[in-house]
Every structure is written in structure tokens, then in C-alpha cells.
Nanobody, 127 residues
Framework: QVQVVESGGGLVQAGGSLRVSCAAS????????MGWFRQAPGKEREFVAA????????YYADSVKGRFTISRDNAKNTVYLQMNSLKPEDTAVYYC????????????????????WGQGTQVTVSS
């Protein structure tokens, strides 16, 4: 069993930056791939970024590529999503997820492949 808890959301102006964190707990949490997804009101949950268990592979949605950076610190069992140049369309609830997933973009970008999910953290970008 793995528990994930997000933190760090908030309100920021367009063009600003924000970092959200995801703390994972559980004996084998270091072995899990971690992903960030988001869901805006009235929209389906969408993939944002993912990182393999070793941190060697990272994938991003086209909409955030070049602006967001995912990283992990396995010593702290924590995954980070640094978000720069934020836009109003980035406004959403951001969810962290963990799963034993093959380290391919196709596999890591699919929400149903993840087994454990956090409660989400709200990110609001004002124009």
C-alpha cells in the first residue's frame, strides 16, 4: 500500500511560478513511477507529467512542455512539479499518482495505469 499526499497549491498570477509537492509513504514507494494529472471544472482529468522510479525518464504533456519540470527525491520519498510561466488555462486540481508502470511515455501518461492517488491540490492562475 502506498499513500500519496499533495501540497503546495495556491493562487498565482499569470506568468508566475508555483511548485507542488507529492509525499509518498509506504515501504516500496521508491519503486513506483509517479505522475501528475490535473482536472479543470467541467473537463476530464488529463496527464501533465510523469517520472520513472529511478528519475531517469520524464514525460510531459505538450501543453506544459518547456514550462513544467518534474523531479523526485527518493531519499525524501517526494516528487515535485515546478510550474513556471503559468497561464490561466493551467488552473485545475492537480493530482499525484503512483504506480508500478513500464517506463514508456504511452504507459506513464495513462491515468488507469496508476494504482494510488492523492486528494489533489488546487492551483489557480489569475489573468
Amino acid at each position: 500500500q502506498v499513500q500519496v499526499v499533495e501540497s503546495g497549491g495556491g493562487l498565482v498570477q499569470a506568468g508566475g511560478s508555483l511548485r507542488v509537492s507529492c509525499a509518498a509513504s509506504g515501504r516500496t514507494s521508491k519503486n513506483y513511477a509517479m505522475g501528475w494529472f490535473r482536472q479543470a471544472p467541467g473537463k476530464e482529468r488529463e496527464f501533465v507529467a510523469a517520472i520513472s522510479w529511478s528519475g531517469g525518464r520524464k514525460y510531459y504533456a505538450d501543453s506544459v512542455k518547456g514550462r513544467f519540470t518534474i523531479s523526485r527525491d527518493n531519499a525524501k520519498n517526494t516528487v515535485y512539479l515546478q510550474m513556471n510561466s503559468l497561464k490561466p488555462e493551467d488552473t485545475a486540481v492537480y493530482y499525484c499518482a503512483a504506480g508500478l508502470i513500464a517506463s514508456t511515455a504511452q504507459d506513464m501518461s495513462v491515468s488507469r495505469n496508476y494504482d494510488y492517488w492523492g486528494q489533489g491540490t488546487q492551483v489557480t492562475v489569475s489573468s
